[in-house]
């Protein structure tokens, strides 16, 4: 039976896209470790991601994650410490889905 999976690989890519991580889907595919085709060959053939390519994205996005936070403290100006904090607070979603998504997957193997 196919896993039906949390993740919303076009969602994560507009999420991404708005929040200036990236730019084009295959920087997506870029972030999971994968060719810059990977993202459109995954969603024309409504496949979900494997382990490898969340992990990477995982990963990934976490270190980015941690530069955002970092901004956050070192920039003078509140607005702009406010918008990283904000950006952290959805990439700390994105992480926890991407780990709930890997976990699930690892139990049900």
Known sequence: M???????LRGLAETLIELSIISTQSELSSLAGKQLSWTSSTLARNRNPSID???????????????????????????DAESYLVAAADLKNITELLWGEIEERCQNA
Do not use: G
């Not at 196919?2 to 919303?8: F, R, S, Y």
């Not at 990477?56 to 920039?75: G, P, R, W």
């Open 53 to 79: 390519a969340l992990t990477h994205l995982y990963v990934n996005i976490s270190d980015i994650l941690f530069d955002t936070k970092e901004y956050a403290i070192s920039v003078a100006d509140q607005e």
């Open 2 to 8: 196919k896993h039906k999976p949390n993740i919303d």
